[in-house]
């Protein structure tokens, strides 16, 4: 009798320990389902994201897409044998968004070409009615622009021969053309005028003269009054 009750305290034991082993199980089975099921919504949420992301780069290309097509489209073209023109000419891009392009002379002009004092490349260029500089590379893209800045150092009071150049190489009629220079002092004078003739239907706007080194202030300022848009 005493075995047999013993024996019964095993079973019953054994059949408490049974009983809270499969409860344990059953929990862990709920707290794994559970991880899954966060990981998923993670992983939900992860590629809601992925197509939320091309359609926010769709609108961003739309925009970018728009800017021809609103009829503002706008060049800068500009020479700068020393970079003075061409820190205004980021700065008016900057402002405008418009699309810069450097005229580069095939030729580059050396230190002893611009060295004014002398007898050099530029003086003589600049006293040739006839000179027309060579540009490098290839020509600006002018599909669908209808605004372009034209940026120069003044050479002599004038426009430097290479603009001369750029002006004929292109049909501008129906543009508007925005003048620019830098100088040391000089005023941007005659030198817009006198390159006016070289373009055919274009209508130009007053130009403007910067010093080397033209704050950002200087530039958005005399772009806010063109009223371009
Ligand atoms: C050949 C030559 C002629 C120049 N003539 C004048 C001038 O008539 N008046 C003036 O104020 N500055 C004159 N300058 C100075 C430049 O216009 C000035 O340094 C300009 O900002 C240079 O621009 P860049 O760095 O874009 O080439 C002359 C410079 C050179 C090289």
């Known amino acids: 009798m005493k075995y047999l009750s013993v024996i019964l305290s095993v079973l019953l034991i054994a059949f408490i320990l049974c009983a809270c082993d499969s409860s344990a199980d059953t929990e862990n089975t709920q707290n794994t ?134 002006l004929e190489s292109y049909d501008l009629n129906g543009k508007t053309i925005i003048p620019f220079c830098t100088s040391g002092s000089s005023p941007i004078g005659s030198s817009a005028e006198n390159i006016h003739i070289l373009t055919d239907g274009a209508n130009w706007l007053e130009g403007k003269r910067f010093g080397a080194g033209a704050s950002s202030d200087e530039v958005n300022s005399w772009i806010n009054s063109l009223e371009l848009n």
């Open 33 to 166: 389902s559970e991880e899954i099921s966060s990981e998923e919504s993670v992983s939900e949420k992860a590629s809601a994201e992925d197509v939320t992301q091309p359609e926010e780069n769709d609108e961003a290309a739309a925009a970018d897409e728009n800017v021809p097509d609103s009829g503002t489209k706008v060049l800068v073209a500009y020479f700068s044998a020393t970079n003075n023109t061409k820190a205004v000419a980021e700065k008016i891009a900057a402002v405008t968004g418009g699309e810069l392009y450097q005229i580069v002379p095939e030729t580059p002009y050396t230190d002893a070409d611009l060295d004014y004092n002398t007898d050099c490349r530029a003086n003589r260029e600049q006293n040739d009615n006839t000179a027309r500089p060579k540009i490098a590379g290839s020509a600006a893209n002018m599909d669908g622009c209808d605004t372009v800045f034209i940026g120069y150092p003044i050479w002599w009071g004038q426009a430097p021969k290479i603009i001369y150049t750029f």
